[in-house]
């Protein structure tokens, strides 16, 4: 399954919003070193109810546009 997810990182709390288009992914951590996205695989984790390891992030990893491929 595949997501289309758009980041705000820096965010003042951490939640997920579905939209018609996809995810809008809000998240505290700051988009440095990959925290962000790291932030965007444990949210989706824990609103999909599935481990961390059946989530990458396809392309977008230096975007705030990702797609995410949960297996």
Do not use: G
């Given at each position: 399954m595949i997501y289309h997810v758009f980041v705000k990182p820096g965010s003042s709390k951490d939640e997920i919003?579905?939209?018609?288009d996809g995810l809008i992914i809000r998240t505290h951590k700051k988009a440095h070193d990959g925290e962000a996205n790291t932030a965007v695989?444990?949210?989706?984790?824990?609103?999909?109810?599935?481990p961390k390891t059946r989530i990458s992030i396809k392309s977008g990893t230096t975007s705030r546009y990702k797609t995410v491929e949960i297996i």
């Open positions: 919003a579905k939209t018609e695989i444990e949210l989706l984790s824990d609103y999909l109810d599935i």
